[in-house]
């Protein structure tokens, strides 16, 4: 706004007050401008702050990643989506429904690994893309295989597959997150990359009294704890942001007296087993994104 000098009626008039009339109050309209010109300022911030507390409403987003994030275990499948299982009750389709993002790609498939999102999942991404969410690493870590081994067999047996999935953990998946990441960034270069764990899957101690021993549910739950240590430590070298979920499922883990928000061995759809509810994609995965792609 262009601010211009008030002037007397009079062209000609002094500046000067004259003798025995009172001074003009420019005091006055001085502390005046000056207040005015503070709100202004005041709400300028106030609404840039508020611009970046939320995505902006022409957001592209594109969600990446496996099961975790294609809603599997959630229900209300899109039979478009095949074998992939994407939910319109999973934390991605729910953050596109609540924020109407200018455009929503949603290509994360069930049973995806680092190798499957390389060669099927980024082509949705572009130097346009402003938002990108991802959960990989447990297919390439073998995880369902450890979890059939631990329900089907002994602990000895369980504990040793663990074991192994613990050393491709360590190993060989930070190499395959370096190179998805490194592409990842290099297709979206100005994208808010946000990358989910994994929750705990058992409350030790807990209300069960049947199924995995209390040792078993340990060594699962520290799997879960040590992947998730390893994936935040390479997304952070790449400079985007992990959410960890764990503390979100806390108290709705298998066992647990609460809401279970996570599918124990579902028999009548064997590949839930493991995964959210539709509770645990929107109580558990939805607020943690929300908050991370702030």
Known sequence: MKLSRSTSPSSGASS??????????????????????????????TTAAAAQAAPAAGTAYVALGDSYSSGLGSGSYDSASGDCKRSSAGYPALWAAAHAPATFSFVACSGARTGDVESSQLTALSSATDLVSITIG???AGFSDVMTTCVLKSEATCLSGIATA????????????DTLYSDIRAKAPHA????????????????????LSEAKRSAINNAADHINSVTAKRAADHGFTF??????????????????????????????SYHPTAAGQSGGYLPVFTAAAS
């Open 16 to 45: 000067a007050a004259a003798p025995g009339r009172a001074p003009r109050p420019r005091r006055r309209r001085l502390g005046a401008l000056a207040s005015a010109l503070a709100a202004g300022l005041a709400l300028s911030l």
């Open 138 to 140: 447990g297919n390439d």
């Open 166 to 177: 613990n050393s491709y953990i360590d190993n060989t998946l930070p190499g395959a997150l």
């Open 192 to 211: 808010h990359v946000v990358v989910l764990g994994y929750p705990r899957f058992y409350e030790l101690d807990g209300s069960c009294v049947v199924g």
């Open 243 to 272: 959410a960890d979920v764990t503390q979100a499922f806390t108290g709705h883990e298998i066992c647990s007296s609460g809401t279970v928000w996570l599918h124990s061995v579902n028999v009548l759809d064997i590949e839930e």
